[in-house]
């Protein structure tokens, strides 16, 4: 038995600003979220939903993991800009170099993102959403890749990247040296057990592969928060 990736969740001081932004750069379709009020659901082969619980803490340091999105030529590239600073984004130096092709964008609430150049072999096969590029271990690459029954795309030199079976975006982890955690991660995962299946045995599961159990999580009866290998947070769902 496997967990299903369900949702991304961006903690948000303003979830139904942040939501719209996120819809106009996606494309994708605003809906009402029964636990964190505004959610977008997928249009093309993503395979999950982004949700945008609300939060009253102010975002400090860099994200542990950002949305990578493809370009299929230069002039894309820069319309993709262009329309995400039209909707609110801003440039921002997270240490990037010149001779680097991708463009490195904040989204109104200060979490970053990347438009990548065309021509990137790793994401060639990938749609608009082709990575949600994490800082990470391989340990916690192989955790994810057991977690969700994904298999590893990549395991190099400690990198370590994996994809659904269906398609959609890889999930990558960068490898060491890793960033400090400083606290709460603003980006985290909702998983789902299989319709029907003990969200309990799956609990147990994921304790077994290396996961920490943390609470109930927000919503008490409807998710259990835990911990990755490299402690970032995530939640599992009661099952639909």
Not at 32 to 37: F, K, M, Q, R, T
Not at 114 to 119: A, F, L, S, T
């Amino acid at each position: 038995m496997t967990s299903q990736l369900f949702a991304v969740c961006f903690d948000a001081s303003q979830p139904l600003r942040l939501a719209q932004f996120w819809s106009g750069i996606l494309g994708w379709e605003m809906a009402d979220d029964p636990h964190d009020g505004v959610a977008l659901l997928p249009s093309d082969d993503t395979g999950f939903r982004i949700r945008f619980p609300p939060t009253q803490e102010q975002k400090v340091d860099q994200n542990r993991m950002h949305f990578d999105l493809t370009s299929t030529s230069l002039e894309d590239q820069q319309q993709t800009v262009a329309k995400a600073l039209g909707l609110g984004a801003r440039h921002i130096d997270v240490g990037q170099r010149p001779e680097e092709g991708h463009v490195v964008l904040a989204d109104p609430e200060g979490n970053e993102f990347c438009v990548i150049e065309p021509g990137n072999n790793f994401l060639a096969d990938c749609g608009f959403i082709g990575a949600l590029a994490c800082d990470g271990s391989q340990e916690v690459g192989y955790f994810w890749s057991e977690a969700l029954g994904w298999p590893l795309v990549w395991d190099q030199d400690q990198e370590t990247a994996i994809r659904s079976p269906h398609g959609g975006p890889k999930i990558t982890w960068g490898g060491p040296p890793l960033m400090p955690n400083t606290g709460k991660n603003r980006l985290h995962f909702d998983l789902a057990p299989v319709v029907h299946s003990d969200r309990q045995a799956e609990v147990d599961r994921l304790l077994s592969i290396g996961a920490t159990r943390t609470g109930t999580g927000p919503g008490e009866v409807s998710r259990v928060a835990m911990t990755d290998r490299d402690g970032n947070e995530f939640c599992v769902l009661t099952p639909r």
